[in-house]
Antibody
């Protein structure tokens, strides 16, 4: 059974950099029919896609966050990471990592849904 | 960016009711749409992919339909475990977007 586990500081100061890691177990991050994503959810609000990365390192970011976000993958450790610079209180949220599928059933596409999610980690931006 | 608009934002229903949630895309996304269920304190759970395909293990009372810009999620007979918030997500574009969510409450 695939498992994803987020880790990182729960408290980040304004203007600093948020760094999170997602450890993947029960499956290889190098499987090319999957990609890996970060999604966040501010308290009491909806889901916001942050960005995604393929096992080979191709990245796609939310245009509203693009200039502040970097996602990287470490296949040797079977994990991927998120860095978000210049954080403000508006970045306070529950951050999820998830596995995306290029293929489901008999259909493959250039992007996809998220079939496995981590439990989420709360990051608070405050001085 | 493709905008996803869900309606209603909140829905009050009783056990046994047939419930329908709508998701509209700002442009055609073909059938590249997923539906998720989220309960308080939990990660979202994938219910439906490619607009109408039921994810493995999901009860058959859940169904999805639609293509282009208008989609629906239907729960044929609402069960106590179904009171939750539901989100749609388009994956037609590399830039993924979620709908704002529909909370299904007990009437």
């Amino acid at each position: 059974q695939l498992q994803l586990q987020e880790s990182g500081p729960g408290l980040v100061k304004p203007s600093e950099t948020l760094s999170l890691t997602c450890a993947v177990s029960g499956g290889s991050i190098s499987n090319n029919i999957y990609y890996w994503g970060w999604i966040r959810q501010p308290p009491g609000k909806g889901l916001e896609w942050i960005g995604s990365i393929s096992y080979s390192g191709s990245t796609y970011y939310n245009p509203s966050l693009n200039s502040r976000v970097t996602i990287s993958v470490d296949t040797s450790k079977n994990q991927f990471s998120l860095e978000m610079t210049s954080v403000t209180a508006a970045d306070t949220a529950l951050y999820y990592c998830a596995r995306g599928r290029y293929c489901a059933g008999s259909d493959c596409y250039e992007s996809g849904d998220f079939d496995y999610w981590g439990q989420g980690t709360l990051v608070t931006v405050s001085s | 960016d493709i905008q996803m608009t869900q309606s209603p934002s909140t829905l009050s229903a009783s056990v046994g009711d047939r419930v329908t949630i709508t998701c509209r895309a700002s442009q055609s996304i073909s059938s590249w749409l997923a539906w998720y269920q989220q309960k308080p304190g939990k990660a979202p759970k994938l219910l439906i992919y490619k607009a109408s395909s039921l994810e493995s293990g999901v009860p058959s009372r859940f169904s999805g339909s639609g293509s282009g810009t208008e989609f629906t999620l239907t729960i044929s007979s609402l069960q106590p475990d179904d009171f939750a918030t539901y989100y749609c997500q388009q994956y037609y574009s590399y830039s993924l977007t979620f709908g704002g969510g529909t909370k299904v409450e007990i009437k």
